[in-house]
């Protein structure tokens, strides 16, 4: 087990949600899903809503639905600043649900409603459930 | 002369209030403490995302955002930060007399956003008009709540309602200090690129997406960061500022009883007195 690791750390406003060594982190950019591995150049992501994977020293990994945020790559340490941050078994799945019905319905009418808003909630909802799929797996 | 009968009755009436000031200080005690840890959970969040401002900024990324603009200063809004409920002491009106003198200061217009009850009924018993208000958030404060507000300031600034924007709160020093403050929030002060600092850091960062682009990500939510650090601060010093009122108000209870407890006694001793002579007078007049 050579692999080698590096300091991982999820932020919200209200608590340090996780600090980890970590394997590697696949987060969901703005322009798309990308990978970090030890030794990445410095570097900072706009992050939207979606499900984020990264893995354990120990070969587990570590599913989370985050909101949207930035992923800052320094030196010896990846930090993820987010407005939310949740756990597959903190998922209730009935309301995500009922958030991603409710958005694509806003989202249909397209008269009237506030498109970005509708299409972050949705992203959030998607995010939500994809992250949810691991509850009991993986953790 | 009040009755031993009246005296006894105030005396549990003060200390029925007693109770009630003293479980409110010790509810407050509780909330502050809540309060104060929300806001150091909050604080490596708000550093690393001003950090990573500086850093965009120090990329040399041309800062032609909105929310960066200075406009010539037409129309000013003033948030002002209170409380829906009272008995908290002073807490609400430092913020108000606060905001007044910011008013009176500026040449232009301003415009009131108020948040919390007790700002707007005091704007409105002055008869003075407020374009908006919003409740006090919960004591969760919760993202949800802030980002109302944060969405709204920001939308009245890109859309020239407004051509700054500053925030009136009562920032929290400590338990027995808080500060009215007034900052500006819009347009975001640049931060100064310290030169001793900047050269530490120079770390040259590459951003996804490129950093005019990322600025437009990162600057609604830096707004929002320091509504909602305002906010949790607001909150401490209206717990700290209600804790020190109700132990005053439970001290000044304890002084009342006291008071009227050596006035009963005094009451009580003068009536018996007064019933032995009238006995020991009426038994002389017997043996005569």
Redesign the interface.
Known sequence: MAEKTFQFEILTLQREFLREEARFVIAPGQEGVFEILTGHAPFVFALKPGPLRMRLPEGKDVHVAIGTGFLIVQKESVTVLTRSAERPEEIDIERAARAKQRAEERLQKREDVDFSRAQAALERAIARLKVAEHSGKGL | MPSTRDIRRRIRGVKNIRQVTKAMNMIAAARLRRAQT?AE??R???E??SA?LQ??FASGASARHPLLAQRPVKRVGLVVVSSDRGLCGSFNAGILREAGRFVEEQTADVGLITVGRKAREFFQRMEITIDQSFPQPSREVR?EEVGAISKQIITDYTSGKYDQIHLAYARFISVLKSEPTVTQLLPIPKPETDGAAAVARM???????EAE??LG??LP?YVE?LA?GSLVESLASEQAARMVAMKSATDSASDMIDALTRKYNRVRQTAITTQILEVVSGAEALEE
């Open positions: 929300k959970a909050a490596p969040y708000a690393r995302l990573i850093d965009v993202l770390v040259a960062y590459q951003f996804e997406p682009e990322l990500a990162l939510q960061v909602y």
